[in-house]
């Protein structure tokens, strides 16, 4: 996973939802409960999740998680702690999240996953809500992977099927 500047993605999920975050109707970051995806085009919807961050102790917590991320990692989550989830990947998203409460602002990330002989390309981003000050912290999250029929495909060879609730 690299970190780079917004300038840097090309993924229409991520780009829609740093043109909200960037408008200048907030006036810095938006409020805690100023984030509606309905005002967001549908088809990114399955992209987006919204994350609460507790910082003593840390904890992350998932609020909402739209499909397309619950088929990333695996399973799919509503209203979960990370810690709770058993996700191979639990060490990396407590570190994204660590370093999402110190950033000065959204973090976007870029990185490549690979599934059997397939590296595929995906673009993220991490945006916070509400106050560096809050004790539980708010972020929309945003994962994209840019060749989606491919990634697909390639979750369907090694047998993906969701875990149920």
Known sequence: ????????????AVLAVN???ASPDH?????RD????????????GHLGMVDVETDPFRVFYRVVGGR???????????????TLGLPQEA??????????????PLFLKGDQRIEDQTLRYEGACFPL???????RRFVIVEDYLDNRSWREALRRRHYRPEND
């Open 92 to 105: 990396d998203l407590a570190a994204l999240y660590r370093r999402a409460l110190g950033a000065p602002g």
């Open 69 to 83: 991320l619950c088929e990333s990692i695996g399973r799919e989550v509503h209203m979960a702690y990370l810690d």
């Open 19 to 21: 043109d909200w975050y």
């Open 1 to 12: 996973m690299r970190f780079g500047p917004p300038t840097s993605m090309t993924s229409p």
């Open 27 to 31: 006036g810095g970051w938006p409020a």
């Open 130 to 136: 509400g106050v560096p000050e809050d004790p539980v």
């Open 34 to 45: 100023s984030f509606r995806p309905e005002n967001l085009p549908a088809a990114i919807l």
